[in-house]
T-cell receptor, first 114, second 115 residues
Framework: DSGVTQTPKHLITATGQRVTLRCSPR?????VYWYQQSLDQGLQFLIQ???????AKGNILERFSAQQFPDLHSELNLSSLELGDSALYFC?????????????FGSGTQLSVL | AQSVTQLDSQVPVFEEAPVELRCNYS??????LFWYVQYPNQGLQLLLK??????LVKSINGFEAEFNKSQTSFHLRKPSVHISDTAEYFC?????????????FGQGTTLQVKP
């Protein structure tokens, strides 16, 4: 168990809908990363938040948005869903150790768009 | 920009045989290198990493990887695999000079260990 909690584990929805994925980082971790894992694109970095502020942005679509709340949990909002958005969405939190930054991944949310 | 190429999408191997999973990267800046493992229905777990120093790094479960700067490679090896090593393995890089630990992943290699 990494200590990172993602809910829900599975989500089935229809095209055009909007969903929210939630991530609770490990206690004390200030950074949250979102990744998308799909069969055709592989594992792609979407976005990072650090202590409530956006720190880095990757290949995140304009239909997607994220935020990190004062209690450090994060939400990834996906809107106007398309079939191609079906993927496993991972959240990770990070901690700085004596050997640099270490990422801890949650078990993911499997999104199926029908 | 960085990119990572894992040269084999699937590697079937018999139990107790040696295995090598290949990873090459491309980057205009210095990078840190990682191998992550993903067991079925689980998230990614860090297997080992190269930050600096000795180019040969080892994990607690017998895997090792060697950073080769001239060949821009970071191949993962194990001298004798077990059934329990069956999983998907991802090579990744991150930018040394940035203020973010974001990882750029390869496409993954499925290691299938057969009895």
């Amino acid at each position: 168990d990494s200590g990172v909690t993602q809910t829900p584990k599975h989500l089935i929805t229809a095209t055009g809908q909007r969903v929210t994925l939630r991530c609770s980082p490990r206690s004390g971790d200030l950074s949250v990363y979102w990744y998308q894992q799909s069969l055709d694109q592989g594992l792609q970095f979407l976005i990072q938040y650090y202590n409530g502020e956006e720190r880095a942005k990757g290949n995140i679509l304009e239909r997607f948005s994220a935020q990190q709340f004062p209690d450090l949990h994060s939400e990834l909002n996906l809107s106007s869903l398309e079939l191609g958005d079906s993927a496993l969405y991972f959240c990770a939190s990070s901690a700085w150790t004596g050997e640099g930054e270490k990422l801890f991944f949650g078990s993911g949310t499997q999104l199926s768009v029908l | 920009a960085q990119s990572v190429t894992q040269l084999d999408s699937q590697v079937p191997v018999f139990e107790e045989a040696p295995v090598e999973l290949r990873c090459n990267y491309s980057s205009s800046v210095s990078v840190y290198l990682f191998w992550y493992v993903q067991y079925p229905n689980q998230g990614l777990q860090l297997l080992l990493k190269y930050l600096s120093g000795s180019t040969l790094v080892k994990s607690i479960n017998g895997f090792e990887a060697e950073f080769n700067k001239s060949q821009t490679s970071f191949h993962l090896r194990k001298p004798s695999v077990h059934i329990s090593d069956t999983a998907e393995y991802f090579c990744a890089v991150s930018d040394v000079g940035s203020n973010t630990g974001k990882l750029i992943f390869g496409q993954g290699t499925t290691l299938q260990v057969k009895p």
